[in-house]
């Protein structure tokens, strides 16, 4: 079946505006992590859902980072008034009951700050 | 402070021999643990996880072992094949998984012909 889908694949913006990234998870996964790779670094975690709910965005860097999963599938991480520290690449991962079980990741969205 | 360290960046083996790549870890909380295998431009790919009940899990070529009481965890890929070339990351995890996996900073396995 198909896997997790991040778009876009890749996103470059001016320093100070908006982004949206967005993460179709496999279908019936209820858990939906988000993640920022740097470079030589191994991905951070950022927030996860379990349904429609964030159980835990202790992750965030701070408030300009908020994502939301309004139906309980497809999730939008949004980033206000971009910063060059901001640039990474985006992970998306999800699985299909949150105890003990896998999370399988998405291609990422590599994002770029000017 | 980095609460998983894995401690070489890179590792190169000769094709058809034994690869171990190591991972420390510092939380006594983390119940669940994950190896992970990256190629460049694409995302994480799982391998082979255990639980902190265990102390070895095997699936093919790939055995995880993990030991508490040192807080070390080992993958071992035997035998060792040119498509094993990638970036391996050691994650772990409280809350038997559930939670968001905290992650090593990678190493480099470079499989020798």
């Known amino acids: 079946g198909a896997g997790v889908s991040q778009t876009p694949s890749n996103k470059v913006t001016e320093k100070g505006k908006y982004v949206e990234l967005r993460c179709d998870p496999i279908?019936?996964?209820?858990?939906l992590y988000w993640y920022r790779q740097s470079l030589g670094q191994g991905p951070e975690f950022l927030i996860y859902?379990?349904?429609?709910?964030?159980?835990?965005d202790s992750g965030l860097p701070n408030d300009r980072f908020f994502a939301v999963r309004p139906e309980g599938s497809v999730s939008t991480l949004k980033i206000q008034r971009t910063e060059r520290g901001d640039s990474a690449v985006y992970l998306c991962?999800?699985?299909?009951?949150?105890?003990?079980?896998?999370?399988?990741f998405g291609p990422g969205t590599r994002l770029t700050v000017l | 402070d980095q609460q998983v360290k894995q401690n070489s960046p890179s590792l190169s083996v000769q094709e058809g021999r034994i690869s171990i790549l190591n991972c420390d870890y510092t939380?006594?909380?983390?119940?669940?643990f994950l190896w992970y295998k990256k190629y460049p431009a694409e995302g994480p790919t799982f391998l082979i996880s255990?639980?902190?009940?265990?102390d070895k899990n095997e699936d093919g070529r790939f055995t995880v072992f993990l030991n508490k009481s040192a807080k070390h965890l080992s993958l071992h890929i035997v035998p060792s094949q040119p498509g094993d070339s990638a970036v391996y990351f050691c994650?772990?995890?409280?809350?038997?998984?559930?939670?968001?996996?905290?992650f090593g900073k990678g190493t480099h396995l470079i499989i020798q012909p």
């Open positions: 991962a999800s699985s299909p009951r949150p105890l003990g079980d896998t999370q399988y």
């Open positions: 279908s019936g996964h209820t858990a």
């Open positions: 859902f379990q349904g429609t709910g964030a159980a835990d």
């Open positions: 939380n006594s909380m983390f119940d669940y």
């Open positions: 255990i639980s902190s009940i265990k």
């Open positions: 994650a772990a995890s409280s809350g038997g998984g559930a939670d968001g996996l905290t």
